[in-house]
């Protein structure tokens, strides 16, 4: 993540009763995009009810996260959801987000790991320009395999259709051999944090 940039401490953002969200910092109303657009640049921010002073931020994410998900940015697989939902109510839910927690910060760490040491591998060599453009190309396959994203850019007027397939199929040769060095990279990380 991030660091915090402007202002010490959290932003405070409040939340009125027809809906508006209000940005104390720069005195304006934002939306629930401006708050997830706070979220990945690392800004820390609380929400508090604007009447009771309470603090909602937590359903504020919740809803965030709802709404990535109607647009299809869908992270969340059902059957994650199902067993998130049917922890509720049992004797380990208090155990439940220290877990997720925990998980999504090894997680992070991992890509910050696998990233740097592709980065670090071939530095000041003659294999620097190839190891960015691997890492670029990775990047691009991570985000082709997102749900609901497409191709980056369309056909050209100009291009044949015998050369569209041949670039398709290359470029799904291309997508596997980065899935398969994907998985031989993350069981070297694996080996490496036991």
Do not use: C
């Amino acid at each position: 993540m991030k660091k915090q940039t402007p202002g010490d401490g959290p932003v405070i953002i409040k939340k009125y009763a027809n809906r508006r969200l209000y940005n104390t910092e720069t005195s304006s109303y934002i939306t629930l995009e401006h708050l997830a657009a706070m979220t990945r640049e690392g800004r820390d921010f609380k929400v508090v009810d604007a009447k009771t002073d309470e603090d909602i931020t937590h359903n504020v994410l919740t809803q965030i996260i709802m709404e990535e998900e109607s647009r299809g940015q869908t992270m969340l697989p059902v059957p994650f959801l199902r067993q998130l939902i049917a922890m509720y109510g049992d004797s380990m839910q208090a155990m439940v987000p220290g877990y997720l927690e925990a998980s999504m910060d090894s997680f992070r760490r991992n890509h910050e790991q696998f990233k740097t040491a592709v980065e670090g591998a071939f530095a000041n060599s003659p294999f620097a320009e190839i190891a960015k453009r691997n890492m670029a190309m990775f990047e691009a396959a991570t985000a082709a395999f997102k749900p609901g994203s497409g191709p980056a850019s369309a056909k050209p007027a100009d291009e044949e259709p015998a050369a569209a397939a041949a670039a398709a199929t290359s470029k799904d040769d291309e997508i596997a051999a980065l899935k398969a060095e994907l998985t031989r990279l993350n069981e070297k990380i694996e080996k490496l944090d036991t």
